[in-house]
């Protein structure tokens, strides 16, 4: 039985809970090409737009048809009944997978569902729209000082260290519903010891599925819970 388990997922896992994923057919992100809406000069030349696009985002996150689905949930109970060490690290900056239970979450590329101070760096939780005429909570004086609590292209992904650790000491790692694109998550699955069991859960191939020990096809609603069951059992 694992001990050490790392779990990374991607937009693929909340893609059956109405949330488009990025890499789309399209290659766009809900229309937008993501150097416009996910990177610092994006947002530098045209935050109007930048704001919105997280807004609508946001709200859509909120809006009563989007909720977790069976894969969100299959890995929350697993969490529960598992014995040793467990690590959630998300890409998603939905909310989706503590909406379904699961307490040992690290969002590596931020929370639509917080905001951060341009000024303090400091991050605040958020569910409303953001923009020029937004006051700020601690000085309300200062108004349309607050991004997105996103990371962007070029900025630095959250919580490494801990990432980092949790993937060289693992025994299995599975990653769901993400296309090994976009680095550092791409490079996870080689950061793993030799001696790590890897599993990809994906609805296609991706450009790193050779480097996995095991791969299965299909939508994540049914080989998560599958996969997961089995690991129980
Ligand atoms: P991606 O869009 O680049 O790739 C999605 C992957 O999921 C693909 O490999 C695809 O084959 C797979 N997939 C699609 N539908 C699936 C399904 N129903 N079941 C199983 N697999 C499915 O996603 P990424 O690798 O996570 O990178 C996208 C970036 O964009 C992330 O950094 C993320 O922050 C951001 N993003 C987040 C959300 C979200 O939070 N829900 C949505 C879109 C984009």
Not at 29 to 40: K, L, T, Y
Not at 219 to 228: D, I
């Amino acid at each position: 039985m694992y001990k050490k388990i790392v779990v990374l997922t991607g937009a693929g896992i909340s893609q059956e809970s109405g949330l488009k994923t990025f890499r789309g057919s399209d290659g766009l992100w809900e229309g937008h090409r993501i150097e416009e809406v996910a990177s610092p000069v994006g947002f530098e030349n045209d935050p109007l737009m930048v704001w919105d696009f997280y807004n609508q985002r946001r709200r859509q996150l909120l809006c009563d048809e989007v909720d977790y689905n069976n894969a969100h949930k299959s890995l929350a109970e697993f969490e529960k009944n598992f014995c040793g060490d467990f690590l959630l690290v998300t890409q998603n900056v939905d909310d989706l997978h503590e909406r379904s239970g699961s307490q040992n979450v690290l969002h590596m590329h931020g929370e639509l569902l917080k905001a951060r101070c341009l000024d303090t760096s400091r991050v605040y939780d958020w569910t409303e729209d953001l923009g020029e005429k937004t006051s700020h909570p601690d000085f309300p004086e200062k108004v349309g000082r607050l991004r997105p609590h996103i990371v962007w292209f070029g900025e630095m992904p959250l919580h490494m260290d801990k990432i980092s650790q949790a993937l060289k000491q693992c025994d299995l790692f599975i990653s769901i519903g993400t296309s090994a694109q976009v680095y550092p998550a791409a490079g996870f699955v080689s950061m793993t010891s030799r001696s790590c069991h890897r599993v990809e859960l994906n609805l296609e191939d991706t450009p790193s599925s050779m480097i996995f020990d095991e791969t299965h096809r299909g939508l994540a609603t049914e080989v998560v819970s599958n996969y997961f069951k089995d690991l129980l059992s």
